[in-house]
């Protein structure tokens, strides 16, 4: 589990070296600033005062919204979406910026080419800084990054798991030693191939021998005897001491530590829409909607007029369903079928449902039907991106038979969400296709970004086009 779990900086870690700390850290500020002092060269402006203060506002704003440079494995495999976060917070410091520099009247004292060559080229070089950081790094940290010596005390699950995280990641420069545990060798037989070294009593006499440098505990965390008498005997050393909690056993969403003044809290299950990240996910989907509207508006009329004229009834369908928290919300859609159901049981629409119009048939492939939410996500009630709305009764009798069924509550409801994108559109005939959709409304929520929003915006629109699951 990475730090980006408990709401922290994605890709600092405890066990970090350094150099490769440090690279982490100042790797986005000082590209930033670099490129800056780039483009005043490459248009031959002096360093003054206006241009000082400006590199000073890049820095930290960088430091500050980028976090830091992810250098992992994972980042390979990751690239064009790392690309659109960069992008996206890139966007939020060159707003930023240029706000405190309106405010300050300094924008006549700053040449605009300077301004827009830095603010096009830098998420690029933020992109290429990150790639040959680490390419240096996979060269450099062998023979220049002294490797520490690491053991595990407990030889679970989850210190195997451990293990082989300590042994596949380069940078971190840690030679893992092996396992100490209370349990023989023959009664740790699931766990062939993990050296066992011995007992844990028998610990601090292993490390003053060999060098140790790291002890991670992956026991039970409880005021066990076992626990306090190990950090008794490992008093007298300095090594760094890590309990590693077994949070596996939970179903985390958006897990996090935190402080109520002062005293420690683990978040296990909590929206990811906290802080910033909440006004940047709110304020995106107003500018959004926002801007939607304003282009469909006649869009709007029309179809309303095509819905009164094709069959009898209102054009708008206003249904209950469940919002943030769970609390009743009401959502509006164009009016597709000859009934309006809203009540304890409601009947989903079928291939050839005879209650649907010929013209509402067309509302409902095309998803027509949904453009009446966009002022749902100007009233608050529903976001652009996030799980599906479910109808109450839908709500009631799924809630009983899924396991984690409500957290998908925990943030606003979406006119579109990574379940759609991945096929699961239209009618759910039974549990298991429900409980799929399920899973991936929870996935959005444990992963959680901007450029995650971005990616099922752009994926819908090809979805919307070839997709035969809504009907």
Request: glycine residues 6%.
């Amino acid at each position: 589990m990475d730090r980006s779990s408990f709401g922290a900086s994605p890709g600092l870690m405890a066990a970090d070296p350094s150099l490769v700390f440090l690279i982490k850290s100042l790797l986005y500020p000082v590209v930033a600033a670099a490129n800056l002092a780039g483009c005043l060269w490459y248009w031959r402006e002096p360093f003054s005062g206006p241009y000082f203060l400006l590199e000073v506002l890049a820095f930290f704003c960088t430091a500050c919204v980028l976090d830091v440079a992810r250098l992992d494995q994972r980042m390979q495999s990751s690239l064009v979406r790392r690309f659109l976060e960069i992008c996206l917070r890139w966007l939020m410091v060159v707003a930023f910026v240029w706000a405190v520099i309106y405010s300050a009247e300094l924008d006549d004292r700053l040449r605009r080419p300077v301004l827009l060559s830095w603010a096009a080229l830098t998420p690029l070089w933020l992109l290429i800084g990150q790639i040959g950081a680490r390419a240096m790094l996979v060269r450099v940290a062998p023979q220049h990054i002294a490797p520490r010596r690491a053991v595990v005390v407990g030889l679970t699950d989850l210190g195997a798991r451990l293990a082989e995280k300590l042994r596949e990641d380069p940078f971190l420069r840690i030679d893992f030693l092996g396992f100490f545990d209370e349990r023989s060798s023959m009664r740790l037989s699931e766990h062939r191939g993990e050296r066992l070294l011995g007992m844990p009593s028998t610990l601090p006499e292993y490390i003053a021998s060999h060098g140790v440098n790291l002890v991670y505990i992956t026991l039970p965390m409880m005021r066990h005897p076992r626990i306090l008498d190990l950090l008794d005997l490992l008093r007298d050393s300095t090594v760094s001491i890590y309990f590693v909690p077994d949070m596996f056993v939970f179903d985390l969403i958006q897990a996090r530590f935190d402080r109520i003044n002062g005293i420690p809290v683990l978040a296990v299950c909590e929206s990811p829409f906290y802080g910033i990240r909440g006004i940047a996910k709110r304020a995106s989907d107003v500018l959004l909607a926002s801007s939607i509207l304003l282009l469909i508006w006649p869009l709007l009329l029309i179809i309303g007029v095509g819905v009164k004229l094709s069959s009898p009834g209102p054009a708008l369908f206003k249904q209950r369903r469940y919002g943030l928290d769970g609390k009743e919300i009401v959502v509006y859609k164009f009016r597709t079928m000859t009934v309006c159901e809203d009540g304890g049981t409601i009947e989903q629409a079928r291939v050839n449902d005879r209650r649907i119009t010929p013209y509402g048939g067309f509302l409902r492939r095309t998803s027509l039907d949904e453009l009446p939410q966009f002022l749902n996500v100007l009233q608050g009630r529903m976001s652009i991106v996030g799980p599906r709305p479910h109808a109450v009764a839908h709500n009631e009798q799924y809630r009983k038979i899924i396991n984690g069924y409500m957290i998908r509550h925990k943030v606003r409801p979406g006119i579109t969400g990574l379940a759609q994108v991945n096929g699961f559109r239209g009618e759910t005939a039974n549990p298991d296709s429900m409980a799929t959709r399920i899973r991936y409304d929870l996935e959005y929520l444990r992963t959680w970004s901007m450029a995650l929003d971005l990616s099922i915006i752009f994926r819908t629109v090809t979805v919307l086009l070839g997709d035969r699951n809504a009907y």
